[in-house]
């Protein structure tokens, strides 16, 4: 297992994530994403640990607050040393019917930071992401709450998700012109089912040095190895929730590409698909969760799986994002300038 720095911090983390989002659902949305339980939970926390993982998300809204409870139960059932964990967790879905009990406002934020501090049993959060992007809110607000977190001690680093590259580079403007606690990492879908990040996210990261954490590696299941262009072995979570939406076409292509590259390597294809996020320069950790420790097993050896060149490109090569503007136009007057830094 190798440890990253998150993004311009010195935090160091895993560069697999155990994601947490299947503890504690019962029903609707939350059952169908993962009904595991205190038990079951330990178990897959104890396998993360010792295959060195130090790293877990988590968020308040994940099945109404019992993945945190959970989570925070886990750790003190094995005895985890707290310098040992780095715990994330989010914050802006709504967790109660008032009109307050939402969003990225100076309340819930505060009040959501507590709620969530003693459902995992601790005294500081180490990475408090803003789940969302909230119109309603003034970034400003948003920002100020967080660096108010980070000075009362209950928060240590802070992050977004799921916000697009203007917001985010507003945000860091805003936090260096009033300096504010800087934003060290972004949440974000990334597969080779879906590179939408490529075209304005990864670019804005890189120049910024915030570090990335991808959510749903494997496309909710969809690059698992367990779907076929002829439909033959649709089974998993994908039947009953068919979430993130994704081409479905690429992702096929990339299936046949990482199914080729899995029988040379005598791997798993959800490892290749793995593997490819771990080679990607502006990755930190790949999110991994699992309902069963021999699927958390099976993620965590594609940390031993390496692509080569050729492997690399030829998946590239078939999940290709189609030219967008401005990128072509980008590329095309500024190339013979980049050329002359390389």
Request: charged residues 25%.
């Amino acid at each position: 297992m190798r440890y990253r720095r998150l993004g311009n911090s010195g935090l160091f983390v895993s560069e697999l994530c155990l994601g947490t989002m299947t503890f504690g659902g019962s029903d609707g949305m939350w059952g169908q994403i993962g009904q595991l339980q205190q038990e079951e939970a330990d178990g897959l926390v104890r396998t993360a640990l010792d295959a060195g993982i130090n790293f877990i998300d988590t968020a308040n809204v994940y099945a109404n607050g019992r993945s945190e409870a959970i989570l925070g139960q886990s750790l003190r059932n094995l005895g985890v040393t707290r310098e040992d964990v780095v715990i994330a967790t989010k914050v802006m879905g709504p967790m109660g019917e008032g009109p307050n009990a939402r969003g990225a406002s100076r309340g819930h934020i505060m009040d959501q930071a507590k709620a969530s501090l003693a459902r995992l049993q601790l005294d500081h959060i180490d990475l408090y992401q803003i789940h969302g992007f909230d119109p309603a809110t003034p970034m400003i607000e948003t920002l100020e709450a967080l660096d108010t977190l980070v000075r009362q001690g209950l928060v240590r680093y802070v992050g977004l998700s799921n916000w697009a590259a203007w917001q985010i580079v507003k945000a860091v403007g805003i936090a260096e012109a009033r300096r504010l606690m800087p934003i060290v990492s972004l949440q974000a879908h990334y597969t080779l089912a879906g590179r939408d990040l490529e075209r304005e996210i990864v670019p804005m990261l890189q120049s910024e040095d915030i570090g990335l954490m991808v959510w749903s590696p494997l496309a909710g299941g969809f690059l698992s190895g367990k779907y076929d262009r002829d439909g033959k072995t649709a089974e998993g979570r994908r039947v009953e929730f068919d979430f993130p939406p994704i081409n479905k076409d690429r992702a096929y292509d990339a299936i046949e590409v990482m199914r080729d590259i899995a029988a040379k390597k005598g791997c798993s294809i959800a490892q290749v698909a793995l593997a490819w996020l771990l080679q990607q320069n502006a990755v930190t950790s790949v999110i991994v969760g699992a309902k069963r420790i021999d699927q958390l097993d099976d993620n965590i050896g594609a940390t031993q799986v390496s692509l080569a060149t050729e492997e690399l490109d030829a998946l590239d090569k078939v999940t290709e994002l189609p030219a967008e503007y401005p990128g072509w136009m980008l590329e095309r007057q500024g190339g013979y300038r980049a050329h002359m830094i390389e």
